[in-house]
C-alpha cells in the first residue's frame, strides 16, 4: 500500500508551519494513491492531544516517540525503522535545514531517493512526481523514484489545508543506535529579529549590500518605523551572509516569500534568488546608485541615486506627511 510518512516538528507545543504544510500535502496525496498519511512526532513529553490535532490536517494516524526534539539522527533512525517494518513508500518533509539533513539521512539509512527544494508533486501512474526549479527558477526538473521516494520541500510550498479532526496516536518506542545519538542539543539561542513577522508584513523596507555596513540596516529600519503599523525590516542573503542582519528576515529563494503591499528595496541588485521570494508584492519601489541594476527591470517606480542620502529624506517625508 503506498503509504505516506510525514515528519513533523514540533516546538514549545506549537507544530512547525511547514510541517503542517507537509501534512496536508501528503494527506492529499495519499488519497491520490489510495493509501494514507502518517504524521511521525518525536519529541519529549509531547502530549498524545497534541499530537492527536495533526488529523486535522489530515493524518489518519499519529506515530510518536520519545526522543530529543530537532535533532536529524533519532528521527533519521525512528523513521527508518517505520520503513523497515514496511507499508510506507515515500516519505514527505517540510522545508528547511532539518529536514534537508534528515532527507539526506534517511535517503542512505533506507536507500531510497530523495528530492530537495520541491515546490510540487503529482500523481502519475500511480506513483509520486517530484517537482523542483533548476537554474536560479528558470527551469523545473521532475523526479521518479525507481523505489522508495523521500520529497523535502521548499520552505513554505506547501498549503496548510484543515481537512479532518483528531488522528488516534501510537505511541512506539525504537531501540536507537548509538550514531543516532551522537548529536546532543547544548543550548537554544533566539535569533535576533526572529520574532519579527516578516511574511505578515504590510510594508517591507528591505536592505542589501548597497547599505555598505550593518549599521546601514537603521536607515532601513527608521523608514520602516516612521510607516508605522505593520512595517518590518527585510535583507537579501548577502547582508545576512555577512552577518550585518539576521537570517530570519532572509528574503527569496533559500529564505522567505512574501507579498506586502509594499516593498521598498534599497541598495539591492535585484539577483533571481532575491526576486522570486518577492515579485508577488504589489508594489515594489528600488533605490539603486546603478540604473542597470537588474532590479528596475521588475520595480514599479526606480529611483536612481545613493540610499545614504534618499532614505533619510524619505523618512523625513514619511513623517512630515503622517505628523
Ligand atoms: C543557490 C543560491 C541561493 C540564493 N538564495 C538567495 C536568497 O534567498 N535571497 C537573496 O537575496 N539572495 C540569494 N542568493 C544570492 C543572490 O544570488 C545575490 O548574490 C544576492 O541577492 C545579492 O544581494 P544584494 O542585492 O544585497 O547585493 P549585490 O548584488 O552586491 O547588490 C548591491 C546593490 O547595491 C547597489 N548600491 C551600492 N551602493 C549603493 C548606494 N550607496 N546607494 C544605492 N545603491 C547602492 C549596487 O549598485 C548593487 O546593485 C542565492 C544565491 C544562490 C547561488
Known amino acids: 500500500m503506498s503509504n505516506i510518512l510525514v515528519y513533523a516538528l514540533h516546538y514549545e507545543g506549537a507544530f512547525n508551519k511547514n510541517s503542517l504544510g507537509a501534512v496536508s500535502e501528503a494527506s492529499r496525496l495519499a488519497g491520490e494513491l489510495g ?55 515515500y516519505a514527505v518533509f517540510g522545508g528547511g535545514l532539518l529536514g534537508f539533513e534528515i532527507g539526506a539521512g534517511l535517503a542512505a539509512r533506507i536507500n ?34 525507481k523505489g522508495k521516494g523521500i520529497i523535502i520541500a521548499r520552505l513554505n510550498a506547501f498549503e496548510i489545508k484543515e481537512t479532518g479532526s483528531d488522528a488516534p496516536v501510537e505511541n512506539i518506542s525504537v531501540e536507537l543506535s548509538p550514531q543516532a545519538q551522537q548529536a546532543t542539543i547544548v543550548t537554544r539561542g533566539e535569533q535576533r529579529g526572529a ?20 549599521e ?63 515579485q508577488a508584492s504589489e508594489n515594489i519601489v528600488a533605490i539603486n546608485k546603478d540604473a542597470n541594476a537588474p ?7 526606480g529611483i536612481v541615486g545613493d540610499l545614504n542620502k534618499i532614505l533619510p529624506k524619505l523618512t523625513e517625508a514619511v513623517k512630515a506627511r503622517k505628523g
Open 295 to 301: 532590479i528596475f527591470e521588475f520595480s514599479d517606480l
Open 112 to 145: 531510497a531517493g530523495v528530492t530537495m527544494e520541491v515546490t510540487g508533486v503529482n500523481v502519475d501512474g500511480g506513483k509520486l512526481v517530484a517537482e523542483r526549479p533548476i537554474l536560479g527558477d528558470s527551469s523545473i526538473s521532475t523526479s521518479r523514484y
Open 35 to 89: 493509501g494514507e498519511a502518517h504524521a511521525v512526532v518525536i519529541g519529549e513529553g509531547i502530549s498524545d492531544e497534541l499530537a492527536a490535532t495533526l488529523g486535522k490536517y489530515g493524518a489518519k494516524k499519529v506515530i510518536k516517540a520519545e526522543g530529543p526534539e530537532g535533532l536529524a539522527g533519532p528521527v533519521i533512525g525512528v523513521l527508518g525503522k517505520l520503513f523497515d517494518n514496511g507499508g510506507y513508500e
Open 195 to 214: 520574532d519579527v513577522d516578516i511574511e505578515g508584513a504590510n510594508i517591507l523596507v528591505a536592505g542589501g549590500r548597497g547599505l555598505g555596513k550593518a
Open 216 to 278: 546601514g540596516f537603521e536607515l532601513c529600519a527608521d523608514l520602516a518605523k516612521a510607516f508605522g503599523g505593520n512595517s518590518a525590516v527585510a535583507a537579501t542573503r548577502a547582508v545576512v551572509d555577512a552577518g550585518w542582519y539576521p537570517y530570519a528576515a532572509q528574503i527569496g529563494q533559500t529564505g522567505k516569500t512574501v507579498a506586502p503591499k509594499l516593498y521598498l528595496a534599497a541598495g539591492i541588485s535585484g539577483a533571481i534568488q532575491h526576486k522570486v521570494g518577492m
